[in-house]
Structures are given as structure tokens and as C-alpha cells.
């Protein structure tokens, strides 16, 4: 089944806030909250999907044949490919009813594990998200990243320890969910968290063998403070414009944050990225992987059984047929200075924006190898 087919069975079950659209790009549910969209006037859903667009991409065929690789090395996991299942809480909520969280859990983690990728779990103010998610990820032999909220310090070392008795790939925080409009005035409390903190909660997973990975970094400065407190990875996230309204698309902030985050950090990004080619283009701009959230919870409705476990591998293959390179409009010139001509492509765009990969390597995983196109 293709996305427009998933998402054409999914208009059958899925709940009134979801129009499950053939792209997802965050315009039909814009400022629908519950449900899918982005909170405010709702415009920031749909700005993540066109900054990804309005990357351009360009061909170049001239070079010797090779099969394409799309196998990435995230979070100290060896992956089919560089994308995952981005956390989804509250299904049910946002969704209807075919779902609650855990089904949808169980759903997406089984489906990434086995395309041989990873899902993430999101948490909620019912402690037994948590407890089932985790309880699922230790069944499947820790192929899976449960995103803790940043709750009170009691709350948030209790869901830690569970967590991370998972044996999971990692744990996650998504820092930024203090602003989510149902965490407000609810028991427990969830708020900010310091440098201090975050490197407390890093360094308790260490201890316990995991690697912490920080969701919700919009800028440079954060993300240097999450590296300086020992974090092994950030999500570039504004929470598919769920927080606050109003923040810039993840693309745009993408360059500087992963030259911010150093060699240690491992930088991954979400937010509108809907196809093997925005793939390619989230990883020419130095991230070393992506989440896609929404579109799996569509594919989940609309998929059943059968579908559910496509949409990664169809992600891959659209990855494998995207032939081109990229070549980020930058008034015509490199980080350096050079001027960007027409015959500058992929490598010298990627060995500027993305230091520590060779471009090359970018080129043979996800350009293919001019065949099928
Ligand atoms: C209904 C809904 C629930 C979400 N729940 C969580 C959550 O529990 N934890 C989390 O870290 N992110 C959560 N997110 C944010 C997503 O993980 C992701 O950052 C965001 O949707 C952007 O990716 P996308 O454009 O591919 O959907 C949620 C998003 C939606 C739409």
C-alpha cells in the first residue's frame, strides 16, 4: 500500500480533528488542538513541511554506477535507515478511538523493529503509558526510545529508573513539553529544567548503561548547553508547533545547531519531514537522522495489520530513488565564502554544511545510482 492509499482507508476510522490528507503537511488541522495540528493560529506544521520544499535539490549523473545504502549507525544502533517513529501521546485524544496510546504503541514499535529501525514512545499524565511502553521495549529487546516528560524531580527519576530498566536504544526527554497546553496545572507537574538537571538525568543513564537524547532544541545556544551537560543526542524539534506558536521550521535551524552541538552529539531533527527527498535533505544539512510522527499515526488507521509496517520501508525507497544532490540557497555561496556554481553540488554543499560526514558517503547512501528513476 502507498501513503495516498493508507491515508485513504485511514478518512474511514480516524477520528473528526484528523483529515488524514494524502500529505501530511499541516493545513487542514491547522490550531487543532486536540488533535493533530499546531497550537495558535496553527501555521507552524505547515512552515516545517515548506522550509523542507523550498530546499532545492539538483542532479548530477555523471559518475561511476554503485547500489545505494540507506543503513545508518544512530544512537549506537546499526538502522535499515536514518528515519523513526517520532512519539505520539494521547492517541486516543488526538485520534479517535480505533488506538489508545498503547496500541498505537505496540503498533510502532513492533513495525520499526522489524524494518530494523526504532519507534519512540511518548508519556502522559497516566503513569501506565509509561509502565506498558517500557514493559513492550524490554520485550523486543530494547528496540525502542521511551520519551520521558520533564516532570517534578520525584516523578521524573521514577519514570527514569523504568525507563531505563527497559534496556532501551536510549531515553529521551522532550524538554520542550512544558509548554504543552494539557500538562498546564496538571498533577504531576511538569516545567524548565537547567543545564544542572539535565546533566544529573544524563549521567543517571550512563550509569545505567543508556544514552540520553534531549527533544526540543530550537537554538545553537541550547544546544551547546545540552552538550556541555553530557547529553549523547538532541532532536532539532519545535514540537510540530504544539508548544508555541510562532517558532521557525526545524530546517531553518538546523545548520547552525549542528555546528553548535560539536562532534560528540549526535543531532536528529523532525517536524514536516515527509519523503525519502526531505530525508536526504534533513541529512545534507547535518542531521545523522529524522523522526516522522504524524504520518504513522494516519498509516497505523488507515493500514491495519498489513499496512501498518510499510511506511519506513517505503521511505527507504523513495530514498534509495532520490538522485540529485542538494544545493542549499545561500546567496550563491559556501560556508567559506565560495561561490556556489551550477556544477558545485552535493559535495561541496555537504562538506560545507556538514563537517563530519564525508560528502560522498551522503552521495552513494541516498542518491542512488541513477537507475529507476
Ligand atoms: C498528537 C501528537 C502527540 C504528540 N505527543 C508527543 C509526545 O508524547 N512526546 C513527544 O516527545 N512528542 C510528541 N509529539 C511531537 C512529535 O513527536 C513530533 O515532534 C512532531 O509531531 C513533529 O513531527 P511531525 O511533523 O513528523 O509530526 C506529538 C505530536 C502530535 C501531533
Request: aromatic residues 4%; glycine residues 12%; charged residues 20%.
Amino acid at each position: 500500500m502507498s501513503y495516498a492509499e493508507l491515508a485513504a482507508a485511514a478518512r474511514g476510522t480516524i477520528g473528526p480533528h484528523c483529515r488524514a490528507c494524502p500529505v501530511c503537511d499541516g493545513r487542514a488541522c491547522a490550531g487543532v488542538m486536540p488533535g493533530p495540528g499546531d497550537k495558535g493560529v496553527g501555521r507552524v506544521a505547515e512552515k516545517n513541511w515548506r522550509a523542507w520544499q523550498a530546499l532545492s535539490v539538483n542532479t548530477d549523473t555523471l559518475h561511476e554506477p554503485f547500489s545505494a545504502d540507506t543503513s545508518a549507525t544512530v544512537l549506537g544502533r546499526e538502522l535499515s535507515l536514518p528515519v523513526m517513529i517520532g512519539p505520539v501521546g494521547d492517541v486516543q485524544r488526538h485520534y479517535g478511538d480505533v488506538y489508545d496510546t498503547m496500541g498505537y504503541n505496540r503498533c510502532v514499535l513492533e513495525a520499526a523493529a522489524e524494518e530494523g529501525t526504532l519507534a519512540w514512545t511518548g508519556d502522559g499524565l497516566d503513569a501506565s503509558i509509561m509502565t506498558q511502553s517500557c514493559d513492550l521495549i524490554s520485550e523486543l529487546g530494547g528496540a525502542g526510545v521511551p520519551t520521558v516528560k520533564p516532570w517534578d524531580d520525584a516523578t521524573l527519576m521514577r519514570k527514569l529508573d523504568e525507563a531505563l530498566a527497559a534496556g532501551p536504544a536510549a531515553v529521551a526527554m522532550d524538554i520542550d513539553a512544558a509548554g504543552l497546553p494539557f500538562l498546564r496545572g496538571q498533577e504531576p507537574p511538569a516545567g524548565a529544567k537547567s543545564a544542572e538537571k539535565i546533566a544529573e538525568v544524563a549521567a543517571r543513564c550512563h550509569d545505567a548503561g543508556s544514552r540520553f537524547v534531549l527533544k526540543g532544541v530550537m537554538t545553537a545556544a541550547a544546544a551547546r548547553r545540552a552538550a556541555e551537560a553530557g547529553v549523547d543526542a538532541i532532536v532539532v524539534s519545535n514540537h510540530g508547533g504544539r508548544v508555541l506558536d510562532g517558532v521557525p521550521a526545524t530546517a531553518d535551524v538546523l545548520p547552525a545547531i549542528v555546528a553548535a552541538a560539536g562532534e560528540k552529539v549526535e543531532v536528529l531533527v523532525d517536524g514536516g519531514i515527509r519523503s525519502g527527498l526531505d530525508v536526504f535533505r534533513a541529512l545534507a544539512l547535518g542531521a545523522r537522522a529524522c523522526l516522522i510522527c504524524r504520518p504513522f499515526v494516519v498509516a497505523a488507521f488507515g493500514g491495519g495489520a498489513g499496512g501498518r509496517a510499510r511506511l519506513p520501508g517505503a521511505a527507504a525507497h523513495r530514498a534509495r530513488r532520490h538522485h540529485g544532490d542538494v544545493r542549499r540557497a545561500r546567496g550563491g555561496q559556501d560556508r567559506a565564502g565560495r561561490p556556489l556554481g551550477l556544477a558545485h553540488v552535493l559535495l561541496v554543499t555537504c562538506a560545507a554544511m556538514r563537517p563530519r560526514r564525508p560528502a560522498g558517503l551522503i552521495w552513494r547512501q541516498y542518491c542512488g545510482c541513477g537507475q529507476n528513476l
